[in-house]
């Protein structure tokens, strides 16, 4: 009873914080997507890319010659002999990276505007916060490196044909 008791005077002695609903405007940072589940949808559209990658590594650098890396190959070459399907290939290695990383990037990136002062209807504020979520970011940089090596690639090879 004698602690109930202490409690409630430092309770009730307590000092509340004053806060100015002018000076502190309240802000929500709501993401424009989810942060996990755009790194599961993330996840899903790099896995042809990066085990295309790995094969690449397994078939020519570490010269395993098992036949589910060769089969890659042929896959990917094949597309191309089948007519309607030469934008294949691109789309994989190409857009589904760049769509994962808009994607992620809207999921760590919060954008807010607001009037700095309102008696000046001028000035004006724009905060741009980035989140650090380190699955979405990892995934940006994949995403960015599977775009590097693919259009490095392709520059050059387009390089080569040309000699």
């Given at each position: 009873?004698?602690e109930?008791?202490?409690?409630?005077?430092?309770?009730?002695?307590?000092?509340?914080p004053e806060?100015?609903?002018a000076?502190?405007p309240g802000?929500?940072k709501?993401?424009?997507?989810?942060a996990?589940?755009s790194?599961?949808?993330?996840?899903?559209l790099i896995i042809?890319?990066c085990?295309?990658?790995?094969c690449?590594?397994?078939?020519?650098y570490?010269?395993?010659?098992?036949?589910w890396f060769?089969?890659?190959?042929?896959?990917?070459?094949?597309?191309?002999?089948?007519?309607?399907?030469?934008?294949?290939a691109?789309?994989?290695?190409?857009?589904?990276?760049?769509i994962?990383?808009i994607?992620?990037a809207?999921?760590?990136t919060h954008?807010?505007f607001?009037?700095?002062?309102?008696?000046?209807?001028?000035?004006?504020?724009?905060n741009?916060?980035?989140?650090?979520?380190?699955?979405?970011i990892v995934?940006?940089?994949?995403?960015i490196a599977?775009?590097?090596?693919?259009?490095?690639?392709?520059?050059?090879?387009?390089i080569?044909?040309?000699?």
């Amino acid at each position: 009873m004698k602690e109930e008791n202490e409690f409630l005077k430092k309770m009730e002695t307590l000092k509340v914080p004053e806060v100015n609903p002018a000076q502190h405007p309240g802000m929500v940072k709501m993401a424009i997507m989810n942060a996990q589940r755009s790194a599961a949808l993330g996840v899903w559209l790099i896995i042809v890319p990066c085990y295309f990658l790995l094969c690449v590594l397994m078939y020519y650098y570490f010269h395993i010659k098992a036949g589910w890396f060769g089969s890659m190959f042929t896959q990917i070459a094949g597309l191309e002999n089948i007519k309607g399907m030469v934008f294949f290939a691109p789309v994989i290695f190409l857009l589904l990276p760049v769509i994962c990383i808009i994607i992620n990037a809207l999921a760590i990136t919060h954008v807010s505007f607001q009037r700095m002062d309102l008696d000046r209807s001028k000035a004006r504020e724009l905060n741009i916060t980035i989140k650090i979520k380190m699955l979405n970011i990892v995934l940006i940089l994949i995403s960015i490196a599977i775009l590097f090596a693919f259009l490095s690639f392709a520059m050059t090879e387009s390089i080569s044909i040309k000699n």
